[in-house]
Antibody, heavy 122, light 110 residues
């Protein structure tokens, strides 16, 4: 079964850091681009970041550029999101999602995790 | 404000058809593929349409997608109460070098 399992969410103070992980199973992880998408409470989906299958191409939303870092370990079938300088505006459910191809430009996001909640508050 | 514009809500009766629009620009919809996602209450999004008009396996043909210029649409026929959900369009924006979503459309089947 194709599956994505996020972890690492929690409560963090403003200015703090968190590292999210997304463990993939049931497919050839190294063949597909991956992304992080977040959803603030009661709000719509916001694309956060994406990484190509090889890890050679990385993209960020302007809202997180310079603060978040996406990476992947294809030997461990795991996607990461290092989040620094967190603010209350970063409070959201963070979803890990798989693209249908090696690049984020095509095929859409065909597999989603259940999400992990990040709360930034003092 | 979202880069892609969707109506906040639409409604229709069971068995009827509804169309959800998604408006963008030359840097996103016009020159990139569009996807559509369904998010049922309390669940993760689910891919309904990719590459403008293709359905993943398991998605019924009641769901269809189309694109023309800077706009895209999702059509749902034979509406069921189980279709009540939020629907999002998404694509790549070549100017931003980033993915973008619409603000979402809440579908009510009444």
């Amino acid at each position: 079964e194709v599956q994505l399992l996020e972890s690492g969410g929690g409560l963090v103070q403003p200015g703090g850091s968190l590292r999210l992980s997304c463990a993939a199973s049931g497919f050839t992880f190294s063949s597909y681009a991956m992304s992080w998408v977040r959803q603030a409470p009661g709000k719509g989906l916001e694309w956060v970041s994406a990484i190509s299958a090889s890890g050679g191409s990385i993209y960020y939303a302007d809202s997180v550029k310079g603060r978040f870092t996406i990476s992947r370990d294809n030997s461990k079938n795991t996607l990461y999101l290092q989040m620094n300088s967190l603010s209350p505006e970063d409070t959201a459910v963070y979803y890990c999602a798989k693209y249908g191809g090696s690049s984020p430009h095509y095929y859409g996001m065909d597999v989603w995790g259940q999400g992990t909640t990040v709360t930034v508050s003092s | 404000q979202s880069v892609l514009t969707q109506p906040p809500s639409v409604s229709a009766a069971p068995g009827q058809k509804v169309i959800i629009s998604c408006s963008g620009s030359s840097s996103n919809i016009d020159n990139n593929y569009v996807s559509w996602y369904q998010q049922l209450p309390g669940t993760a999004p689910k891919l309904l349409i990719y590459d403008n008009n293709k359905r993943p396996s398991g998605i019924p043909d009641r769901f269809s997608g189309s694109k023309s210029g800077t706009s895209a649409t999702l059509g749902i026929t034979g509406l069921q109460t189980g279709d009540e959900a939020d629907y999002y369009c998404g694509t790549w924006d070549s100017s931003l070098s980033a993915g973008v979503f619409g603000g979402g459309t809440n579908l009510t089947v009444l």
